[in-house]
């Protein structure tokens, strides 16, 4: 009977209800501090520079142009598709 009397005044005196309040605060902050972490790692990479390409771009009338910019794509194409400025290369195809 005093232990359930013991139970009953621990239930009435709210101490289940702190403990159930700031196990639910501290998931929340672990849960929020989870999701910022992910946020950083996925979101960062968009503004951190990848590596840059310089190229040199000569047009028929012999005005330069200087390039400067990311490699989104590679393609490969057949030697004989670039012309006869291409024919010393060694390779049949170039990346």
Request: glycine share 8%; net charge negative; aromatic share 10%.
């Amino acid at each position: 009977m005093k232990d359930m009397q013991q139970k009953q005044g621990w239930w009435a005196s709210g101490d289940p209800w702190i403990w159930l309040t700031s196990s639910a605060v501290s998931l929340s902050v672990i849960v929020v501090t989870g999701l910022l972490i992910l946020i950083a790692v996925r979101g960062l990479g968009h503004f951190w520079p990848a590596d840059v390409m310089q190229a040199q771009y000569t047009e028929q009338d012999g005005s330069r142009y200087r390039l400067i910019g990311e490699i989104h794509s590679k393609e490969s194409v057949p030697r004989a598709q670039l012309g006869p400025d291409y024919a010393d290369l060694d390779n049949e195809w170039v990346d």
